[in-house]
């Protein structure tokens, strides 16, 4: 199958996937709250808030509301944000570079180092520092980021004064956040190299290189992991993924202007027409994160090259 | 710090001979990694930020507001900045609490329905424009209109509208005769209408006001800076400004952990943090204030619970556990006997917090059994996700006395949305099985009794559940008094409910505020903070 036709087929899959989302997500949203209370003092009376639900047209029939915003997504139209009283895809679109930034950053980080720690146990598998090093990939696997991020804070930023605490002013305010979200991915990434490597390495070939007499380090970095980046490759993205769709809990703590930030507020406040784009921009970046995973196999393994 | 630098090139070498083909390769892995990480740190920096300039502070906010103008800026999240750039008529005096002239040097009610404010002369909008009785009329109606709808008009009665009499007279008239619309109107801030008309949409980022600052910038998601105003009418007049323009510039920023808030103040990153934790102040934040607020945490039953709507239950859940022992769970404060302070106009010095009496609740729960009523009934002692501190172990420590006295109750905490669309049913809405004890904070910014009594015991009250016929007589007719006698039929009222043990009064939260050690700042009741009262310290 050619490579366009492929893509083609793959976008048109997407947008009607994205549709079904979007739909659902106005649904749902339309049931759990009312974002005029929210809006409003807790102690507004009826005339007051039966205004300002007119005022932003919540007083429509479901059916209505939903077409008038279907026609407006197909238009790239989501309206004003009720919290914020400005368009809602700018609002979404300004905090976008952040959270790519931030997840680039991170996996840019977690990657190298997870090889790295994949490569260090495979050199010395069942020893003292593959044993060390599992157990540090379980910690940052298990280790909740909540906690991680405070740690960090209060550690490196108020007991050392080493780095900012939080904010987003120059470089040196990515490098916590990035901390805490490497954590994880370090070790799900260095746990599924360890093991794609060591399976790679039981292999007949490698043997055969063995008895050439080529040292364990380069029938890795020659051989071993080319052959064992599949799987890497697809828990990659998935980490990737994970990044893109929002950090919330450490963009909070680190007031990180990302979308996840800004989506938690949202749905905070059940504005509907802020948390539409989020999720559309979202769903837009796990197609396109996938698009690249699926392209990448092909690049690694000839098996999967015909699309 | 570990460097490359570290390494001299001779012991390099001697290790590269000792070892085999392996683990040399390892060995420059590792040395990559180590200069990748040097270089990182170095490109970097390793500094937290470069220090304020002394006339600079930096204060942290838990929350972004969503707009600055009068009209939605009231709230939280809006007034700690907006009331720096706009002004109301009339404002507190910090230290003793009365109302004092702001924009207005004096006024009067010259009729049940008419108020008359006499303007104070000099004053100009930021934008340089005159502000006079034509300016205020034209920024009041724009707030308060019926047609904009704009939340402010909850804090007002009926409809209010402004005219000029003259130059410097604003005539202020309601619809409903409005005894306390002087205080009312301390909320509203007045903007200038001129630049609203001229550009309506982004109005609610560039406010422009009379106060002691103007907004430079606003950085979404990020920070919102203030500078000095310097044709400020308060720098000429300090006293009846009540402040000074001590500090140049003001950087607010936004973290949502409260911990992040602490951390700030003690790396020196800001100097102000709204709302710490009392585990934060201990942990060592420079200068940590406890201010007394107008919110008071309250338990609001179900009046129409097969359980809750007998007096005898709802008395005994009133006397089932210890007051002080919630604040101090949920951070420090003082019991009251009623859904306001003691700074509340209303509020009766007679009355006593219920006290713990557990033999005595049992007693009365025994009494309602045998009278046949259905006491195990069950209750929901239920509360908002992360409104207070420990919220959960307030919960269970109440629904654990309330169990021990011979109900039925449970605990559950709901997130904002949930919750709120609870609390907000009205009484005539509320199921008789879903048998909440509601915990809340209710503030009484008006500081006038007659606002709770309006809202939690009124029979249409918005957030009432709760409805005795009598209370809405006494309510209607001491909304119309005035000073002494609006005093005293408010405090009947306090009186009626609490023996009809309505809604329980647990008490008055105090609210912490961590400070740099180079300001001086005390906290308001209201909970404004505004910049002309912060100094600097000598």
Request: proline residues 5%.
């Amino acid at each position: 199958m050619p490579l366009f036709r492929f893509i083609f087929k793959r976008a048109c899959y997407s947008a009607a996937v994205i549709l079904a989302v979007l739909t659902i997500v106005w649904v749902i949203v339309n049931q759990i709250g009312d974002p005029v209370r929210l809006l409003l003092p807790v102690e507004a009376g009826p005339e007051l808030i039966a205004a300002t639900r007119m005022k932003f047209g919540l007083d429509d029939p479901m059916a209505e509301r939903f077409l008038r915003d279907l026609t407006g997504w197909l238009q790239g139209d989501f309206g004003n944000s009720l919290w914020q009283g400005v368009p809602a895809l700018p609002l979404v679109l300004d905090r976008l570079p952040n959270t790519i930034l931030l997840s680039f950053a991170t996996l840019g980080f977690a990657v190298p180092m997870a090889i790295a720690l994949a490569v260090i146990s495979v050199l010395r598998p069942g020893k003292l520092i593959d044993n060390i090093l599992s157990t540090l990939s379980l910690a940052g696997v298990s280790i909740a980021d909540f906690w991680l991020g405070l740690m960090l804070i209060l550690i490196v930023a108020v007991q050392f004064g080493w780095l900012p605490t939080s904010g987003f002013n120059s470089p040196e305010y990515i490098i916590l956040p990035l901390l805490t979200l490497a954590f994880r991915p370090i070790g799900r990434l260095s746990q599924v190299a360890r093991s794609s490597l060591l399976e790679e390495m039981s292999k007949p070939y490698i043997t055969t290189l063995r008895a050439q007499g080529m040292s364990e380090f380069r029938i890795v970095r020659r051989h071993a992991m080319k052959n064992s980046l599949i799987s890497f490759i697809t828990v990659s993205g998935d980490e990737l993924t994970s990044l893109l769709n929002g950090a919330v809990v450490v963009e909070t703590i680190f007031a990180w202007p990302g979308i996840g930030s800004l989506f938690i507020q949202a749905i905070t406040r059940r504005d509907l027409p802020l948390i539409i784009p989020c999720v559309l921009v979202i769903a837009l970046m796990v197609v396109l994160v996938n698009l690249i995973v699926d392209l990448l196999y092909a690049k690694v393994d000839a098996r999967t090259s015909n699309y | 710090m570990f460097s490359p630098e570290l390494l001299g090139d001779g012991m390099k070498v001697s290790k590269s001979m000792m070892m085999n083909h392996k683990e040399r390769g390892f060995t420059r892995l590792s040395k990559r990694l180590v200069l990748a990480l040097a270089a990182a740190l170095v490109l970097t920096g390793c500094s937290s930020g470069g220090e304020s300039a002394t006339s600079e502070i930096t204060i942290v906010l838990p929350e972004e507001p969503r707009s600055l103008a009068s009209w939605n800026a009231y709230s939280n999240d809006g007034h700690p900045i907006l009331r720096n750039i706009g002004e109301a008529l009339v404002n507190r005096d910090p230290v003793s609490n009365e109302l004092v002239g702001e924009l207005a040097t004096s006024w009067e009610q010259v009729d049940p329905k008419n108020w008359q404010f006499t303007l104070r002369e000099g004053v100009t909008f930021t934008d340089g424009t005159p502000f006079n009785a034509e300016a205020a009329a034209a920024g009041l109606n724009y707030v308060l209109s019926e047609a904009n709808a704009f939340p402010m008009r909850n804090f007002l009665g009926s409809q209010t509208t402004a005219s000029a009499v003259s130059e410097y007279l604003l005539n202020v008239a309601t619809v409903d005769p409005d005894p306390i619309l002087d205080l009312r109107l301390y909320f509203v801030t007045i903007p200038q209408a001129a630049a609203i008309a001229a550009d309506p949409a982004s109005y609610e980022t560039n406010p422009i006001g009379t106060g002691p600052y103007k907004l430079t910038s606003w950085t979404r998601g990020e920070s919102i800076v203030l500078e000095q105003n310097t044709d400020w009418w308060g720098i000429s007049s300090p006293d009846d400004a009540k402040g000074t323009q001590s500090i140049a510039k003001a950087t607010y920023v936004f973290r949502t952990e409260q911990t992040v808030r602490s951390a700030m103040v003690e790396a020196g990153e800001a100097d102000f943090s709204r709302w710490i934790s009392p585990e934060d102040c201990d942990a060592g934040v420079v200068v940590c204030l406890g201010g007394a607020t107008v919110e008071t945490g309250i338990l609001r039953l179900d009046n129409v619970h097969p359980a809750m709507k007998d007096l005898r239950v709802r008395t005994a859940m009133a006397l089932a556990f210890d007051k002080q022992e919630v604040m101090d769970l949920i951070g420090g404060g003082d019991p009251v006997p009623q859904i306001v302070g003691p700074s509340a106009l209303g509020f009766n010095d007679d009355l006593e917090p219920f006290a713990k009496d557990v033999e005595k609740a049992k007693a009365l729960i025994a009494e309602a059994k045998a009278a046949g009523v259905n006491v195990s009934a069950p209750i929901t002692v239920a509360a908002r996700t992360g409104y207070v501190a420990n919220g959960q172990e307030a919960l269970t420590y109440i629904a654990d006395a309330f169990n021990a006295i011979g109900l039925t109750a449970k605990t559950t905490m709901l997130d904002t949305a949930a919750a709120e669309k609870q609390w907000t049913m009205g009484y005539k809405n509320i199921p008789t099985d879903r048998g909440w004890a509601g915990f809340w904070f209710h503030g009484n910014e008006l500081m006038d009794y007659s606002a709770s009594v309006g809202s939690y015991y009124a029979c249409n009250g918005p957030v009432s559940a709760y409805c005795n016929p009598k209370v809405d007589a006494l309510y209607k007719e001491a909304l119309q008094a005035t000073g002494q006698d609006r005093d005293t039929k408010l405090a009947a009222i306090a009186a009626f409910v609490y023996n009809d043990a309505a809604v329980i009064p647990v008490g008055q939260p105090l609210f912490y505020f961590g400070l740099s050690d180079k300001i001086n700042w005390a906290p308001r009741m209201d909970g404004f903070i505004l910049l002309k009262e912060i100094s600097f310290k000598s």
